[in-house]
């Protein structure tokens, strides 16, 4: 495969579904369950997603956490320049913050926040640059008090405006609890404490995975892409105690269900094969920067819930690849056009779909 077949996965979303803000209640998103040994559709909710999953069943969540990484800040001239912390990649081998601005800046440059602490400008790396904290509070505070949340520009419009404080909850899933994103990993964001407890009560299991996700998500593929077969870098972990229970999963038969295309994206990067022990998950803290498109041999995962994704994208590539290697008898823009003749919303705040 190469950047030619992109026009395959090219569809016609009517702009009214795109939904702007979540539902509520989360769970009550719709839910397209595809099963590819049937190449049948059933239509329902999320909360009733326990009902589609095997009794012996894995489900992996991305715990990652959405930081409000969106700041306006001023130049000692007095202009204002709007500033995005990169705060899912590392800092360079001096401490210094990646960041993307809206303005020009050079080395030197003074960017202020309110209460006095700045950003120094030290250098630039393509369009990105680094910059050099002075503060007596840490980042994570100056971004909790300024910042704001990054969203889709396609969720930004003046007939959808968002609150600050309501984004900072429904742009984050139930069990946000590490690492630092750009934006969320949105298949996450159906569930609720209700979902979970189904889960529980049906004796299926979850463990949890990291991955910051990062702005390549929604960056538009190279054909350099597909000859690396890499992507942007992305932070993961994957610790001791979720590597052996995944473990465990496969030696026992387990299905083990990826929730979203960045859990399922972790669980590819961290296996290991050996002729002793065969396919293994290991632990892991790093990163990843694994491009996968179809044809693929997924080893890690038996059902993947995810969004419906922009056209084009590496998204919409490796939900594909999935449907490919599950032997599925349609492809998934055709899953997508049938979606949209029921009326699925898409995209971040839009529903969900099951491939199992």
């Known amino acids: 495969m190469d950047i030619d077949n992109l026009k395959d996965y090219d569809y016609r979303l009517p702009p009214e579904l795109i939904r702007k803000k979540g ?4 769970d009550a998103a719709r839910l397209f369950v595809y099963d590819t040994a049937t190449d049948s559709v059933v239509h329902d909710t999320f909360s009733n997603l326990a009902v589609f999953l095997p009794e012996r069943s894995l489900v992996v969540l991305n715990e990652t956490r959405v930081v409000p990484a969106r700041l306006m800040l001023v130049k000692e001239t007095g202009g204002k320049i709007e500033v995005f912390v990169l705060a899912n990649e590392s800092t360079d081998e001096s401490g210094n913050i990646p960041v993307l601005v809206d303005r020009k800046c050079i080395p030197g440059m003074k960017l202020l926040f309110p209460d006095g602490s700045y950003f120094e400008v030290v250098s630039q790396d393509e369009n990105r640059f680094f910059v050099r904290l002075r503060s007596d509070h840490l980042l994570s505070e100056l971004l909790d008090s300024y910042g704001e949340t990054p969203i889709p520009h396609y969720l ?23 690492g630092a994103s750009v934006a969320a ?35 538009p593929l190279r054909p350099e892409h597909f000859v690396t077969k890499t992507l942007h870098r992305e932070r993961i972990d994957v610790s001791e105690e979720t590597s052996e229970r995944l473990n465990q999963a ?3 038969g387990d299905a083990i269900v990826a929730v979203g295309t960045t859990a399922l994206r972790t669980l590819e990067s961290v296996l290991v094969s050996s002729s002793e022990n065969g ?39 490796l939900v594909d690849a999935f449907l490919r290697d599950k032997g599925s008898k349609r492809n998934l823009v055709s899953l997508y056009e049938e979606a949209i003749r029921e009326g699925y919303a898409f995209y971040s705040f839009g529903d969900s779909m099951l491939i199992r």
């Open 279 to 317: 396919t293994v998950f290991h632990p892991h803290s790093g990163e990843t920067d694994i491009f996968i498109f179809p044809p693929h041999r997924f080893r890690s995962a038996d059902m993947l819930v995810t969004n419906f994704h922009l056209p084009k994208s590496s998204l919409m590539l």
């Open 250 to 252: 496969r030696r026992e």
């Open 156 to 178: 930004e419009d003046k007939e959808s405006k968002h609150n600050e404080t309501e984004l900072r909850e429904r742009y984050q899933t139930v069990f946000a609890r590490t």
């Open 23 to 26: 539902v509520e209640p989360r």
């Open 185 to 219: 990993p949105t298949a996450s964001l159906h569930f609720t404490d209700g979902v979970l407890a189904t889960l529980v009560a049906k004796g299926i299991d979850t463990v949890k995975v990291g991955l910051d996700v990062g702005q390549g998500t929604f960056a």
